[in-house]
């Protein structure tokens, strides 16, 4: 007998993933764990005819021979298997697209970096030209959608969205999909968020709006995580985090949330013992008090978050300037000689304003070439820190439609940024 299995507490990557391996090994038993992501609990209550799936205790594992482990690598990820452990001469397939090294030691399979793993599994069904049946095909695409922010996240790769393309030829339904992707919101979820948002308080930490909530919950909610995301939509922050306590147990859950480039909640999460990406986190505290956990959290981004790239790595230097009585035939000269697209007009050592190619539009008669550059240059001048993040510098651009930002430091004109610096960085290009 052969089974397919996965973590616990399966999402639609891990159960998708299980789905498929049944399919790529035909009479292989897709076996879950009991906790399910409620979203997986949702949608198999209504295509548990669809799916047949069978728990740890209805199969006979002393028959087993062969045991597939999807999008885990570790056997205390996985529900009940533990018999298996020292069975010899068992056949232990692993599909994953996590690359850490599990407990498990597998004879195959394949481990990747992709964006999920029923990519790897969809992309075998595809070399097989195995068939699909619609719903099969929505359950699948589910799977990979789910761990890829519909193909949105970093981690996403080709592999991913060629299996997605394919699986929409086999005519996965994008309507039952969003319909069960939507994250599960109950009645108790909508309680904790309007609770929160009666004393939500939006406060600047390091040129981030962040937002954190305490709030005291009795015992375990599942899923708080969807909260606290709409939380932070709603409140339009940067960032939001917020400090469950469960004062009878002494403990503090926090969840954390980042809408903003520039501001990693994984690594104050990592900081505080728990986990996660730049984009979402969360942490479990004993024994603190909310209070203290604010002030750990406003600490570990007012010290940690300074940027990994800065500004000042990007700005181009020393910066060619003109006076503001220089005459725009010279300054037409200099941005050709150099080869760029706009100077600072310096007076005693400040910035009185920009001159840019496109300010050349107003110049209509030859004659006006003799003027100086103060009649044409914009004298409302954005300027930057050398310490702010590219992202930063991207957001004072496109706000001000300026294509270039003077990099200043203690009042001295250090360097300059322009949107295709920020661009190449952006597109990965900088140069190491
Ligand atoms: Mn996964």
Redesign the pocket.
Same mark, same amino acid.
Do not use: C, V
């Given at each position: 007998m052969q089974i397919a299995t996965t973590h616990k507490n399966a &999402?639609f &990557? /891990?159960f998708a993933s299980v789905i498929a391996a049944t399919l790529l090994f035909p009479g292989a038993l897709a076996v879950l764990p009991k906790t399910l992501n409620p979203n997986v609990k949702a949608f198999l209550s209504i295509h548990k005819e669809l799916f047949p799936t069978h728990t740890p205790a209805e199969v006979d594992l002393g028959a087993v021979s062969r045991l597939i482990v999807v &999008?885990a690598g570790s056997w205390s990820r996985l529900d009940r298997m533990e018999a298996l452990k020292e069975r010899k001469g068992l056949e232990i397939l692993v599909w994953d %697209? %996590?690359l850490e090294k599990g407990s498990i030691a597998a004879a195959g399979g394949c481990r990747e970096a992709v964006g /999920?793993?029923t990519t790897l599994l969809v992309r075998e069904l595809k070399r097989k030209r195995r068939q699909l049946t619609p719903m099969q095909a929505t359950l699948l695409l589910a799977g990979i959608y789910e &761990?890829t922010g519909n193909l949105t996240f970093p981690a996403t790769t080709a592999a991913d969205a060629h299996a997605a393309g394919w699986l929409l030829e086999r005519r996965a339904d994008l309507n039952i999909l969003n319909t069960f992707l939507k994250p599960a919101y109950s009645e108790k979820h909508k309680a904790i968020l309007f609770r929160m948002l009666q004393h939500a308080r939006r406060t600047k930490v390091k040129g981030h709006r962040i937002s954190i909530n305490k709030l005291a919950v009795d015992g375990h909610i599942d899923n708080l995580a969807v909260v606290v995301r709409m939380y932070t939509e709603i409140l339009n922050v940067d960032a939001a985090f917020g400090v469950f306590s469960d004062p009878a147990k002494g403990r503090c859950m926090v969840i954390g949330r980042s809408l903003s480039e520039a501001l990693d909640v994984g690594a104050v999460m990592r900081s505080m013992g728990g986990g996660g990406h730049p984009r979402a986190g969360a942490a479990q505290i004993k024994g603190a008090h909310p209070d203290a956990v604010e002030q750990w959290i406003l600490e570990l981004i007012q010290g940690n978050q300074q940027a990994s790239v800065q500004v000042s790595d990007l700005m181009s230097f020393p910066v060619s300037s003109v006076g503001p009585a220089a005459r725009m035939a010279e300054v037409a000269m200099l941005l050709r000689q150099k080869g760029i697209t706009g100077l600072p007009v310096i007076d005693e050592g400040r910035i009185v304003g920009m001159i840019s190619r496109r300010d050349f539009r107003r110049v209509r008669k030859e004659s006006q070439l003799d003027s100086p550059v103060k009649a044409y240059m914009s004298a409302e001048v954005r300027t930057i820190e050398p310490g702010k993040s590219p992202m930063q510098a991207a957001q004072i651009m496109v706000k001000h439609d300026v294509g270039r930002l003077p990099v200043v430091d203690n009042g001295q004109l250090i360097g300059i940024v322009t949107r295709s610096d920020v661009m190449r960085y952006f597109y990965d290009l900088l140069p190491d």
């Open positions: &999402d &990557d /891990a &999008d %697209h %996590h /999920a793993t &761990d």
